[in-house]
């Protein structure tokens, strides 16, 4: 096999590049952010995510910078428990702590940062590919991982349908250690009885917290400009009369880190592949967040891939069985969000009580 491009070096590209790393194949990443450009969030991640991670990186070095989560406790938002449930070791780590991690697997001279690629057609099957708008690059795979909306995506599907998903979030991660102690390893959810309004909250680790809250669009307005203090008036306006440890957390929370995700997905997905193009991850399959298998999913798209691609078959073929399986299980995942999302737009006392908070296959 000769040389690959990854394009994009969130979870999906930097667990591809550790993959080849290991197996030997010879690829270059390049990403368009900085190398210290890490906003973002939390992920939730089942047992499965974490033993998919643990054939790449340190694992002992992502338990220290996260926490497993014991129980998912569901309560109205005056703070009455709905339900409980025990997690099967759901773990739950910062997005920038995870990326840290997995960037320590892949070489200096084999990453770019503050490196656009754009695809600019086919010549002879082959995807032209320039770096920052003129540079030609070189590559006999292009993998993809540039993300939900991804470019290099468009540019080939240019019929598909992006559409905006109902539900938006609000996320920020703090230090508070008093609340972290409090909160034990518990998963606490918040609901609002007319339902589309939500509030949860976990420990990242002994000291930091990461709450979240989740709001349907059509209900919930938040001021465009996103600055920390349309934030703040934000939660301070819809959750403020909520329990008292909700509207203490929001007072005492500083914005500057907090951020809004407007989320999207694909009305249909397309196929994971076009003449030598591959994609991972988001780029292949958008996610939304209630399913909480976007991270599981780009690292076992990445598994698969590596795996196919040392079995050094013809690239359609690899790519085709790629597709036939890794496709399958996404589909579930597609399904289960918008069922999730169906009982989160319900009022509480219309939402199943037993339901876990994300997606399983
Ligand atoms: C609010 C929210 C909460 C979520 N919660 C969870 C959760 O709890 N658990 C979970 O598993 N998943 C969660 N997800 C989903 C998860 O974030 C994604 O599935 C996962 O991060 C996908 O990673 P990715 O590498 O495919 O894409 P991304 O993380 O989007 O990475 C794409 C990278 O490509 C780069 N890039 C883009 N275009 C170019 C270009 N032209 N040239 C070079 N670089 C480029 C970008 O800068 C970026 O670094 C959540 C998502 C959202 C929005």
Partial sequence: MGKAAIIGAGVSGLSMANYLEKNKIDYHLYERRTPNDLKGHGFILPKEGIEFLSEIIDIDELYAKGSFLKKYIHYNRSGEIISEKDLDNVFVVS???LIEILAKGVPADKISYNSTVALNGFEDGKAQITLDGSQKLDADIVIASDGSRSRLRR??????????????EVVNIIENEALAGEIESNFLKFHHENGGLTFGVLKLSSSKILWYCQFDITKYFINEDYTPDCIR???LDNFGTWNPLISSIIEGSSYENAHIWRVYELEKLNPFYHRN???IGDAAHPLIPFTSQGVTSALKDSFTLTNLLTEGKPLQETFQKYEEERRPEIDIHIANG??????FLLPLDEQPKNTLPISYK
């Fill in 277 to 279: 193009v591959v994609f």
């Fill in 233 to 235: 008036q934000f939660m």
């Fill in 338 to 343: 918008r069922a999730l999302l169906d009982q």
């Fill in 95 to 97: 997005r920038s702590a």
């Fill in 155 to 168: 540019t080939i599907f240019q019929d598909e349908t992006m559409k905006a998903v109902l539900e938006n």
